[in-house]
């Protein structure tokens, strides 16, 4: 039998990630240049490549021979997307993290010194453990014995932009996460420091994780049509996990770099960041309606739990021997401000494990309700303590007035809000925003520049996102019972809805029935929404999706989806009246943003010195 | 020093206990549609089970009714809101109570689009050859 190309690739790339280890380990002991290294390391990404764009020729060809091609795609499926389903599946989405991690390797080690040499063997050790997978259970290059006419076509509901580029995002954060890890490790064994070398990584890391993220809670809000952006489905949970964690430690790292301590602890978060990102792979590509039979459908489940017992016990040895460099020194205020913050993180990491990880061991699974009842006191806690802590800079006494000026003026919002809407907890939450941003401008006001634009972007992002969670979650409405026909018209809430009528659509494979609804309040007219009905020519059996329509208003969206269409001509409609959720977007993309920044003025103080 | 330690002990061991209560009430077994259906009477649990091909009936106000089956008994599920990708003959965990014969769906999970073994598997290579 001839050898697929791109099987050949990975078989090469497999060699060269080994020959790198193998050499990194030699030249720590002196037989070999570094040179070589850097070689192997090239050679590995080149070959990595390769094996991937044989992957995305043999969807552009629309060569349904191949297993992989034959289920993501189909012959009427557009370019963009037919690029995007390389990733669709679990066998794409490995290769890409190869990919991606064969770029990390081969920028993080540069350098070239005996850190950078055991770092490059730890991590090519794990993109060993990801050729291992692609060479075996997750080949993406396996063959049909016949060639189908037609391919079974990609998921419709991933035909999005987000969903597109939602995994590129995802996977780029999670394959990041390993140069924290690796050189936490190798500069631990060496008595060095880690964290100049990686900070970087870490952050580009979690901005493109915290990307992903936002991409997919907006796909869900856009595409599921229940009116929310976040279910605490698994996989949504398995990628804000290593978010987590990895947040908790860009704030760990500000004292370490002060030479204050939290080594231990900044330590054990790389070494968890990295876990989970093990973990949330397996939960998101594992293929498992409901995660209770993981574990007996799967074999390569036990796969990843071995890489990840394998490189916390590994961490944990070379912890251990070199117990003396997690001294602590004295830890001021703010330090111990952080350290706080640091504790929820973890605690909300936690709470969202256990929710997750319960149907895996026992048969079983929590509601919403577990998480919501969880997560928003403690994201309450953090929002509050960031505008404490960004003023804790200041002496204790000065720190103690800024509070305190904040406070007066959380108060007097959150009385004037009760006495406009009478709604408590409402009014609990804008006392709470104001608070914080008040916190957030004395602590920052005097002090710009282009290190700290990133953190007040990013710090300004969690007090919206925080008041646009706290909106649409508590004060979301929702009419779920709409039935209209044409002609007719329905009173919801202060809402009037109208069905004017429907349109067909036919062409490029699908085929669509789009309700044009005319929304009024007080006799004004809000907008003609178009929610709609797409059914696509496809062999599947999830080839209908309902599309929504949302309008977007500065302080609430309206948001319609359609169930479907009877004979008769009557259309059912579920109508959503989302407040601030807009915020949540807005928050979200300054967090990013303020990543990207962080990152930038990083690598612009790196080149400086 | 010791002060905080003990704050931050008192602090997480009452998150311990908040969690752990909030886990206890929150906690949704997973059981098959045989055991429903011979309990006769189940509140809050979620069914794993296949959407019987013609058994779907739309009822008025967004209201749907099917069969959900464990390949060895039905029952009849009924759930009110839009699904926006049911179909028939796909799998789906369905979670609420069952009382007076049927189900009453608070939330039906149908396989989510990031999820794909579960259409591999019904649709072997095998399978495709033959038909």
Known sequence: MKMDPGYLFLILSTLSFSSSAIMSYLYVKGSVEWGYVKKANLLAFCFSLL?????????????????????????HLPLIYTISAVW??????????????????????????????????????????????LLTSSNPFVRLNFTPPEGWGLNPLLRTPEMALHPPAIFLGYAGMTVPFAFAVAATYYREEWIPRTKNYLLIAWTFLGLGILLGAWWAYKTLGWGGYWGWDPVENSSLLPWLTASALIHGILVEEKKRGMKAVNYALAVVTFDLVILATFITRSGIISSVHAFARNKEAYAYLLLIALSTLFALVVALRRRDV?????????????????????????????????????????????????????????????????????????????????AIAGIAF????????????????????VFSLAGLVQGYAKRVNLRRVGAIAAHLGLILLFIGVMGSWMYESSYTHINMGVGQSVKVGDYILKLNGFNEVNGN???????YVSV?????????????????????????????????LPLYDLYIAMGGVTETG???????????????????????????????????????? | MKKVSIIVGVAVIVFGIVLATSFKSELCPYVTVSYVVSKGRVNNVQVNGTIVPRSTKILPNNTLMFNLSDGRTQMRVIYHGILSHYQEGIPAVVVGSYYGGIFHAREVLLKCPSKYKVMEENYSTKKVVKG
């Open chain 1, 88 to 133: 669709a599946g679990r066998e794409g989405s490995l290769l890409l993290w190869l990919l991606y991690l064969s770029v990390f390797i081969l920028l993080s080690t540069k350098k070239g010194d005996r850190v950078s040499a055991f770092a490059n063997t730890l991590m090519c050790i794990v993109a060993l453990f990801f050729n291992f997978l």
């Open chain 1, 326 to 406: 997690f001294g602590e020194v004295e830890l001021n205020l703010r330090d111990r401000l952080i350290q706080v913050s640091i504790l929820i993180f973890s605690l909300s990491t936690v709470t969202i494990l256990v929710g997750t990880l319960t149907p895996l061991l026992i048969r079983a699974s929590v509601t919403r309700m577990f998480y919501r009842h969880i997560e928003i006191p403690l994201g309450t806690i953090l929002v509050i303590l960031l505008g404490v802590c960004v003023m804790a800079y200041r002496k204790d006494r000065e720190v103690y007035r800024g509070v305190i000026k904040s």
């Open chain 1, 520 to 552: 009024y309040k007080d006799g004004k007219l809000v907008g003609v929404m178009h929610p709609k009905l797409v059914i696509y020519n496809l062999m599947r059996n999830d080839r209908i999706v309902a599309s929504v329509d949302i309008i977007s």
């Open chain 1, 509 to 515: 494979g699908k085929f669509s029935v789009i309700a």
């Open chain 1, 570 to 609: 009557i259309a059912s409609f579920e109508f959503y009246i989302v407040p601030l959720v807009s915020f949540v977007w807005i928050g979200s993309i300054l967090i990013i943003l303020g990543g990207l920044i962080s990152a930038m003025a990083g690598y612009d103080a790196r080149r400086e010195s």
């Open chain 1, 414 to 433: 959150g009385i004037i809000c009760y006495a406009l809407t009478h709604l408590l907890l409402a009014s609990l939450g804008v006392g709470i925003f």
């Open chain 1, 51 to 75: 094996s991937f764009l044989v992957l995305l020729y043999y969807f552009l060809a629309r060569d349904f021979n191949v297993k992989y091609v034959f289920f993501y795609s189909d012959t």
